[in-house]
Structure formats: structure tokens, C-alpha cells
């Protein structure tokens, strides 16, 4: 500790790290509450999803609750704009700043702008592919290489026994988003146990209905012998049921349909048999992230990667948890 105060007093920079309501070196957080209301600048990928929607809600809700000030930005999916209100919340000398990547790379030139400014960064719902972790403090979000696998085990189950060949299309999220690389990745390992599996094609529908609707079009006309449908998100799924139904198919039994998040227009549609599983994604980080805010903050150690737990749902566990699904 006292290594600490020495250190503060060579370094000004180093007093936020160190301690609490002193109003250290950083102080002036633009609260205007005298010191303690932490400041978070936070920067959305934008409203692609209806987890994307309760993913703010959650955030702004959690940030009223806990007495903290947040500056919100939405960067309607632009990695650059994203850049921007990163280095106008450094600007602003915000206490802590927390952002949803939107893509993996190109993050090091403006964390080591926040690094150097001593304003501690919590990766929030997806990661970036920076060498150097010390660019942030923590990473608080889902396993999705893991969700990508739990949707893969349910397709090696579900042909279990069967020789015939499964063609599958797959709807990626947002290109060079985590979630889009990991759920492929992970479903991939999976499947390609058995060969029989054959993933005929692949395409971006961008996290969004119109996107994955639209995808799905082009994917019925291309290929008449469509199996299962691998969506990325509940979103992109919702939107190929439409054009499934369009073209006179069945959602769930001439196409089988796989997703991720577990929204509840997406837990609707599994539970009418539309949807025939989904693994679930929670988007209620907003708890867990004020409460790593105000950690960073105080300068206290916090893990390195906080995981959220989750679950999957068959339709018969849709059906079950419907009622009490807030989102
Ligand atoms: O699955 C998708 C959203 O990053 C986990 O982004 C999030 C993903 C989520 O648009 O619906």
C-alpha cells in the first residue's frame, strides 16, 4: 500500500488506481456530486437485436439503480464511431469507460490512448483481439465459442443413429463480431466429427431480421434441400422463418432451426415449434458491470474475465420458462 501512495505522488496519473473519494489526480469525474458518483462513458454497438435492446436497458437501468452517471453512445454498428466516443469520453475525463466491440480488431491505438489517460476500460458482451491485456482491466461477457458448441451438440444428438446426409446453411452475425466468429467456430468443431454433416452455406445476415430474412431467400432459391438453419442469433432466425414460410416450408420440421440468445420473441418461437432449440445468450450484463465499474474505480483487483452463465432451451423448456422471461 504505502508503495502505492509513493508511487501517486511521483505519478499523479496513479492516484485514481490507488484510491477512492479522495479526489485524486482524475478527480472532477463531471458528476458534480462532489467526488464519489463514478462516471461510466459507455459506447452500444447500436439496436441490431432484440438482446442488443435489453442489453442497454439492462445497462441504463443497473446505472439509475446504483447511483452511477452514465454517458451512453450508439454507434449504429460503426467500429469508427465506437473510436469516436471512446476518445471523447477520455475527453471528458470520465471516471470509467466500458464498450461492446464491434468488431475484434483495430482497439489498441485508442485503449492505449484510454491506458494512457489512466481511465480503466471493461470489455463488455464481446472481446477484442488486442495482444496486450493490460489495454483493459476486465472482460465481462458470454463464452461463445461454447454457445456455437452447445448448438452443435444438439445436432449430433438429434441425428443420432441417421446416415443420411444434413445440409445445413448457417446466418452469421455482424462479419469480424466475436459472436460471428466464435459461434461458427465453435458449431463447426462440433459437426465436424461426422461427416455427414455438411454446412452448404454460409452468409452474414448482419445480427438483424431483414438481414437474415432476406439471406434466407436467396439461400431457398439456391438450395431446394435444406435441412437445418444455424442462426447466430434469434434475430437473423425470425427473419428466415418468414421466407421459410414464404416459400411454403415448415419452420422447425422441413427445416430444422437452430439460434442464440434466447430472446423472448425467439423463446415464442421455439415454444410453437417454429424454432427447434436455442442456446442461450444473456444479455443482463448491466448489474455485473456497475458493480466491476465501481471496482476498477476504487482500484480494487478484478478478474481478468467474468463469464455469464446460461443455459439452452428445447421447446418443451420454452414453453416453461415463456411466462417468467423479462426480455
Ligand atoms: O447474440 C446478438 C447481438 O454480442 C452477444 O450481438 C451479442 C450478440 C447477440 O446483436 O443478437
Redesign the pocket.
Known amino acids: 500500500m504505502r508503495r502505492k501512495w509513493f508511487a501517486a505522488l511521483l505519478a499523479g496519473a496513479l492516484v485514481t488506481a490507488g484510491v477512492t473519494g479522495c479526489g485524486g489526480g482524475d478527480a472532477g469525474s463531471g458528476s458534480g456530486s462532489g467526488g464519489d458518483k463514478i462516471t461510466l462513458g459507455f459506447s452500444q ?1 447500436g439496436a ?5 435492446t435489453a442489453n442497454t436497458k439492462s445497462i441504463q437501468e443497473s446505472a439509475a439503480q446504483q447511483g452511477i452517471d452514465l454517458k451512453f453512445s450508439d454507434a449504429q454498428g460503426k467500429q469508427e464511431n465506437q473510436i469516436k466516443a471512446i476518445r471523447s469520453f477520455i475527453a471528458q475525463r470520465v471516471d470509467v469507460i466500458a464498450f ?1 466491440p464491434v468488431v475484434e480488431s483495430g482497439w489498441d491505438t485508442v485503449l492505449k490512448e484510454a491506458k494512457d489517460a489512466n481511465i480503466p476500460v471493461i470489455l463488455t ?2 472481446a477484442v483481439d488486442s495482444q496486450d491485456t493490460s489495454l483493459y482491466k476486465t472482460f465481462i ?2 463464452d ?1 465459442v461454447l454457445e456455437g458448441k452447445k448448438a452443435g451438440e444438439w445436432l449430433v444428438k438429434e441425428y443420432q443413429g441417421k446416415n443420411d446426409p444434413v445440409n445445413i446453411v448457417e446466418l452469421q ?1 455482424t462479419p469480424g ?3 460471428a466468429n466464435d459461434r461458427k467456430a465453435g458449431f463447426a468443431e462440433v459437426i465436424k466429427a461426422d461427416p455427414k454433416f455438411k454446412v452448404i452455406a454460409s452468409q452474414t445476415g448482419q ?1 438483424t431480421r431483414t438481414d437474415g430474412k432476406e439471406v434466407m431467400e436467396a439461400f431457398l432459391k439456391t438450395y431446394p434441400d435444406i435441412d437445418v438453419l444455424y442462426a ?4 437473423m432466425g425470425l427473419g428466415a422463418i418468414e421466407a421459410i414460410e414464404a416459400a411454403g416450408k415448415k419452420p422447425g420440421t422441413d427445416i430444422k432451426i437452430i439460434t ?2 434466447a430472446v423472448k420473441d425467439g423463446m415464442t418461437a421455439l415454444s410453437e415449434g417454429k424454432i427447434n432449440y436455442i442456446v442461450e ?1 444473456s ?1 443482463l450484463l448491466g448489474p455485473q458491470l456497475m458493480d466491476l465499474a465501481k471496482k476498477v474505480k476504487a482500484g480494487e483487483q478484478v478478474p481478468q474475465r467474468v463469464l455469464t452463465e446460461e443455459t439452452t432451451f428445447t421447446q418443451e423448456q420454452a414453453k416453461a420458462a415463456l411466462p417468467e422471461r423479462k426480455y
Request: proline share 8%; with cysteine.
Open positions: 454497438v441490431e437485436s432484440g438482446w442488443r461492446s458482451d464481446r461477457g458470454s461463445f452475425g463480431a466475436a459472436p445480427f447466430h442469433n434469434d434475430d442464440v440468445d445468450c444479455p
